[in-house]
């Protein structure tokens, strides 16, 4: 069954002031509607002023997504009434975007962007009681009024839900080498999933925070579109919401059309002329790319394509760390290996980012090396490595009293002992059955109680017999 699918993407931007007034768009720590003032309020007779450093942004962001930007940009108002708008109006831009026809490759296929432009975002509406669909009762915050949203749409040449996720997260990468957003902000990513399937109408699903959440909503939307179809009934254009704990979607409203919203040009706001040396400026200061980031990784550490990838694209801090590491330890290959399986293995069974958790550099190398020098197994790293991920303890801290550290000769002395003790199987492996060696590693690793690594006891036990 053919389907369409194309996003929506909604970046908050980190600008130092809002979109068009000077309020402070740091709300941490802010009660509720503190970071205000007339303009955000949406005062009748309050006058916008745009924030031009919200423009440099967008036009870098334009050109990383490979668009063409426009020579004078305008500002629109979008009619509609809702309560997080108290102006009834969302100013926007429709008629004239920053920027348009670009693309994002995602493993060598083009995802065309259709547009990008900048808008304010509303007040932020919260539910007590229940979701969106059965709260009892909302309260507005307008801290978020008149933050600086970069909307970014996609045309719909999607053809999996996990491809729209490769695409978030790998946009994702992009803002933040480029520095315009901070991942770690509440809802700083927020995805409209639009949705059709042969013979059926485009569903919209609404405001979805979570990259992998997005892949389940358009796993969940395939599955149920499918069944109506199949069962001959309706599939109608509306939108619906996803409840990430039930993993469903729900119906919202039916859509409305964008000549519901009555678009005009706002006479508040004066148009802004792009000029060459505006662009020319920008483009003087675009920081290296998360793709070109891939290819000096796999010149520079020589670590193959998938690891820069996973490295890089996951998440710009993890790149760093990665880089930090490489600077003061020389196995970059084992560097990588550790930090895209394991590593990131325990920082996402916590759901915490590299720079949300008490994982450092030196602790890191520290780890590495102590599986170097044989001190702890591979085997017992990757326990390890969880309890320092939990804890931020340093790993030789985390091993004292547990593991008494193996030498060379202590080990030579166990497997001594074995091979005296099993002459048998010592006999049948130089007969020719290869197999015995397995049974004598095992006995040396319980002799050992699994300190030793399997690989050195090998080479050791070879040599001994074969003396
Ligand atoms: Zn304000
Ligand atoms: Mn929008």
Redesign the pocket.
Known sequence: MKMMMGIEVHCQLSSK??L????STDTKDKNPNE???????GFPGSKPKVNKAVIDYGIMVAKALNCKVAEKMYFSRKSYFYPDMSKNFQITQYEIPLAVNGFLEIDGEKIRIKRIHIEEDPAKLVHKGGDITTASYVLID?NR??MPLLEIVTEPDFTTPKQVRLFLEKLSSILEHLGVYEAEREASLRVDANISLEGGERIEIKNITGFADVEKALNYEIVRQRGLLRMNMKVERETRHFDADRRVTKSLRKKEYEEDYGYIFDPDLAEVEISKEWLNRIAAKMPELPDQRVQRFVKQYGIDEYQAKVIVYTDKNLADFFEKCCERYKNAEKAAKWIITYLLKSLNWHSISIKQSKVNVDSFIEFLELMDSNTITERYAKELIKEYVDTGISPKELIKGKVKSLSEKDLKDIILKVLEENQKAVQEYLQGKEKSIEFLIGQVLVKTKKQADPKIIRKILLSCIEK
């Open positions: 002031s809002k068009f007034c000077s309020c970071n205000t003032c007339p303009i955000c309020l307008y009024a008149g």
